[in-house]
Structure formats: structure tokens, C-alpha cells
């Protein structure tokens, strides 16, 4: 049960911060920290916080805090079906009370609005298409789990694997966020799609099966070609 706690608070931290620094910057189209400065701010909030989640609750769940990682784990052979089905849940029930927290601060003041939803064509800020989302969010997904079962596939590098993996999220957000936001996390995309409503929740598909796809094609292709190099 603890680990199932640990990523319930992991995932509620990482969707409050991470949204909240869109919230409150105006992300990539406008608003107090818009353009390169907005991009960065929100890049370096989902990064860092993946680094502090990773060294607080780390040991005790591994800090996935996200559906897709914990579907690369489980193909990746690292843990069961019953652990990644309540990891699952717990990420789910995470991102809701994350966005629930961040809507109490949205709804308190006069300037902020939205929750940090996830979009392509319309709701993306350089009018990404559907196709086009979605060879994204597949792709970033699978550079961001393959490199997470790489850093910790190895006692020698399991270390420093928070530090690799909060500046891999970093640095898939800083080309995602123009595109679309930048998912790559199932909950993430969930909880504040259904907060906002309309066509991010009509979207929200997307955002939920590529980011599956990508981590699904990582744990396939590392078991295929890396797995046999591990220590």
C-alpha cells in the first residue's frame, strides 16, 4: 500500500506544479511569462519535480507517477500485473487531486483560468495536427521511458538516474509544449481535460493512447536490443 500512497502523492505533486507553472505563466501563447520564458518555467517544473519526487518516494515506488512508465516497466518484465493496475489507479486518483488543488487556486483569483490541458489543431499553439500530435506524444514518450529503463536497468547508474530523468522530461517539454503541450503521461493529460472541459476533453484520447504506444514500443525495443547488456 505504500507504494501505491507514494505514487498517488507523486503524481498530485507533478500535475500541481507542473500545470500550475502553465497556469500562472500563460504557457507558450501568452500571458505573464509568455514565449521562451513560459516554455522554460513549465519545462523545468515538470523536470524538477520529477527529480525531487524521485529522491523522496523513489525508494519506495520508483516514482513513475505516470501510466505510461509503468506500462514500459511491466513489459519491460519489472513488475507485476496486479502492482501496475494499482499504480494505475493511484497515478489517476493522483492527477485529480492535483488539478482539484490547482482549481481552488484558479477559482481564487481574478487572472488565472484554465489547467494546464493538453491540445493539437486548435488548442495547440502552432496549430499542430491530429496526425501530428500524435507521432509526437509517441515518439517523446518513447525517448522519455526508454531512457528511464536505461538509467535504472545498472546499480552503477541508478545514482544519479532522478537527476537523468527530471532533465529528460525537461527537455522532451521544451519541444512538446509549442506542439502540444506535452503530455507523455496519461494522468497528466486525464485530470485536467476533464477540469477543463469542451474540446481538451474531446481530445484527450490522444493524449492518453499515444503516450501508451510510445512507452509500450520503448519497453519492446529495450528488452530487444539492451536488456542482454545490463548488469
Known sequence: MNKYIAEFLGTMILVFFGT???????GFTGGIGAGFLGVMAIALAF????VAGAYA??????????????????????????DFIGYVIAQVIGAFA???????????????HG???????????????MSGAFIVETFLTFVF???????????????????VIGATLTMVHLIGIPL???????????????????????QV???????LLGGAIAAVFHRAWFSTKEN
Do not use: Q
Open 180 to 202: 502540444t503541450g506535452t503530455s507523455v503521461n496519461p494522468a497528466r493529460a486525464l485530470a485536467p481535460a476533464v477540469f477543463t472541459g469542451g474540446e481538451a476533453l474531446s
Open 98 to 112: 492535483g488539478s482539484g488543488l490547482l482549481s481552488t487556486v484558479v477559482n481564487s483569483s481574478e487572472i488565472l
Open 47 to 50: 523536470g524538477l519535480t520529477i
Open 57 to 82: 518516494i523513489g525508494h519506495i515506488s520508483g516514482c513513475h507517477v505516470n501510466p505510461a512508465v509503468s506500462l514500459g516497466v511491466l513489459l519491460a518484465g519489472r513488475m507485476s500485473v496486479k
Open 145 to 163: 521511458v526508454l531512457v528511464i529503463l536505461g538509467v535504472t536497468a545498472s546499480e552503477k547508474t541508478s545514482a544519479i538516474a532522478g537527476l
Open 205 to 211: 484520447w490522444l493524449f492518453i493512447v499515444a503516450p
Open 115 to 129: 489547467y494546464g490541458a493538453d491540445g493539437y489543431a486548435a488548442l495547440s499553439a502552432v496549430g499542430l495536427s
Open 20 to 26: 500550475g507553472t502553465a497556469v500562472v505563466t500563460g
